[in-house]
């Protein structure tokens, strides 16, 4: 009996669809991206509940016929092209033709659409594959496209969504990559009935301006300088932030024709032009544009269509190293040298009389391992090997000079409560705290360890929501842009709960009226960004892991700084809490806090 059998066109679809749709951002990348193949002027996003509910968008292309519209929805149906060759002169974001496929297999979706020469329109209705009517409908020129319940008939899929806070940020960050690239057409995103951004049509300065300025002050002349390259084979241009103005979130953005794209490749080269001008762990914001022929790339590598091979990389990384360095250089960002000034200074110079070759006298019977014996030739050591009889060889035993931790897993009581109450503490350094142990002597990181101290005293604040707050006397403005204003919001209760009093003045503003007891006279806006900063990079979708963040980086915010010179009162206070914690060996990020210098290796030393 035969055995394979060709997969029904819906099973097809869906199989297709966990390639292409993965989460809401993915089907909103594609169904923008084919209102600005369609030509459109505006582009309205419409989501509700993150996009799992509803995913609208409306846009004034050139619409499409009925039958075009019905074939929109078969897969490898397209109008971007038509033969092989044509994949190497792309001009449009999309041309796999399996984008709407994907989505109607695994969504219900219905669409209204009408071109400028058609009386009426055309509406579709598909649910998971299966066309529900096909009608004339009366509708402006363009297209109407809404996605509603998305995954409803894949229940797994739908599961491992993240939270709507976490989707509405996916979304936030696909719908960014599209703007970016395409500042004259006015945009508007709409969540939950509420307009989250709004952006008229413009330049890409005005652009970029509009989703990531800082409304208090202007954005790109106090941060920002202009790069503008052109050569043969790919005009680049852009914007690159001053060395001063780096921080360690980076706004790192790549696009090539009209498409975004990542490139680690690329990315280095842009690092190796700010070499020597960063401070340890910030990194450059940066927004590029490349224009290369289409035939010297090749954007069909995924279906996400970010993943794209250039032709010759070494040469576009020469170019692009070359470009940004110009420009820092070209606004005396960076130091150069003209060798070719008139203004340069006359040195006069000697006459070309010959120079003597210097004469060194060199003794050949100097031997600088027999200075001993020829300085002191009636005491040259006879038998000295008798020294170093009955000493054992350890020359091959690695004795490491201070390790990172060397506190053994079965040493649970290294540090006890009712020793440190009492003995001596000494600092080193102003930095280290040494402690007599049971087997040796602790040296303990002071920074690291108040950390330690202050994340377990916050943790216990937001589980009892008991945060002390102190008001301030002149509250402080916290602008963010949109994504972390979405952010913000998501933590708020778990702010207010451990001492910080926000309330909202725009839809990207917070005034800042009191702040954590813990933070004395430390202003709050550095600490929020910190705060929002840690919780974006490592990643936080529980109330547990938000907690964990908010607290860790607050405790980190408020620790004692390196180069503190204590009272032994202080160390005391440190040491007794941190033993009181049980996790003094190492912080919740895993960097070493406490380490055991054993009597052992003290005695080796000697």
């Not at 984008?99 to 509406?123: F, H, K, N, P, Y």
């Not at 066309?131 to 363009?142: A, D, F, K, L, N």
Request: hydrophobic share 40%; aromatic share 8%; proline share 6%.
């Amino acid at each position: 009996m035969d055995i394979i059998h060709l997969l029904p066109d819906s099973v097809a679809n869906q199989i297709a669809a966990g390639e292409v749709i993965q989460r809401p951002a993915s089907c909103l990348k594609e169904l923008v991206e084919n209102s600005l193949d369609a030509g459109a002027k505006r582009v309205q996003v419409i989501v509700r509940d993150a996009g799992r509910t509803l995913l609208q968008v409306i846009d004034d292309g050139i619409g499409m016929s009925e039958m075009d519209a019905r074939l929109a929805f078969e897969r490898h149906a397209t109008s971007k092209i038509h033969e092989a060759k044509d994949l190497f002169s792309l001009r449009t974001m999309g041309f796999r033709g399996e984008a709407l496929a994907s989505i109607c297999a695994v969504a219900q979706v219905e669409m209204t659409t009408r071109r400028a020469e058609d009386e009426t329109g055309t509406l579709i209705e598909i649910h998971g594959s299966d066309v529900v009517r096909q009608e004339p409908c009366v509708c402006p020129v363009g297209t109407n496209i809404k996605v509603s319940n998305l995954f409803f008939n894949v229940p797994v899929r739908r599961k491992f969504l993240k939270t709507d806070q976490t989707e509405l940020r996916n979304l936030l960050t696909e719908f960014y990559h599209i703007v970016l690239v395409y500042p004259k057409v006015a945009f508007t995103f709409v969540h939950n009935d509420e307009i989250i951004l709004e952006l008229p049509a413009g330049t890409e300065k005005q652009r970029i301006e509009a989703v990531f300025g800082n409304p208090k002050k202007n954005f790109y002349t106090s941060a920002f300088v202009e790069i503008k390259t052109e050569t043969e084979m790919v005009n680049i241009r852009g914007f690159v932030v001053k060395p001063e103005s780096a921080t360690r979130k980076a706004e790192q953005y790549f696009f090539v024709n009209g498409r975004y794209m990542r490139h680690p490749y690329f990315l280095k080269a842009v690092l190796t032009a700010y070499s020597g001008m960063l401070a340890a762990d910030y990194q450059p914001s940066f927004f590029i544009y490349f224009d290369i022929s289409p035939e010297a790339i090749d954007v069909n590598i995924h279906p996400t269509k970010t993943e794209i091979k250039f032709a010759d990389e070494q040469t576009v990384f020469q170019i692009l190293m070359a470009s940004v360095r110009e420009a820092l250089g070209k606004f005396t960002l960076a130091p150069t040298i003209d060798f070719e000034t008139s203004g340069s200074i006359d040195i006069p110079l000697p006459s070309h009389s010959p120079v003597a070759r210097p004469q060194v006298a060199v003794d050949p019977n100097y031997n600088p391992f027999r200075t001993r014996g020829a300085i002191y030739p009636d005491k040259t050591p006879t038998n000295w090997e008798s020294l170093y009889s009955g000493l054992q060889d350890t020359r091959n035993t690695g004795i490491p000079d201070l390790p990172d931790t060397n506190i053994p897993d079965s040493c649970t009581d290294i540090l006890r409560p009712e020793e440190v109450e009492s003995c001596p503490l000494w600092q080193y350094a102003g930095k280290y705290i040494l402690v007599p142990a049971a087997n040796g002597l602790a040296l303990v990181n002071q920074h690291r360890a108040h950390i330690a101290v202050l994340y377990a005293q916050f943790m216990e604040q937001l589980t009892l929501t008991q945060g002390a707050m102190q008001q301030l006397l002149f509250p402080e403005i916290l602008a963010l842009p949109q994504d972390d204003m979405i952010l913000i919001g998501q933590l708020l209760p778990d702010l207010r709960a451990i001492g910080f009093d926000l309330e909202q003045l725009s839809p990207d503003s917070y005034s800042v009226q009191g702040i954590p007891a813990q933070l004395a006279n430390q202003s709050p806006l550095p600490v929020l960004q910190h705060i929002v900063h840690q919780v974006r990079e490592r990643g936080a979708d529980t109330q547990r892991e938000w907690r964990e963040q908010i607290a860790f980086a607050l405790a980190e915010s408020s620790a004692i700084p390196y180069g503190k010179i204590l009272t032994e009162v202080e160390m005391r206070d440190i040491i007794t809490r941190l033993v009181q914690t049980g996790s003094y060996r190492r912080l919740a990020n895993g960097k070493t806090i406490t380490s055991l210098l054993s009597d052992e290796e003290i005695n080796k030393r000697f």
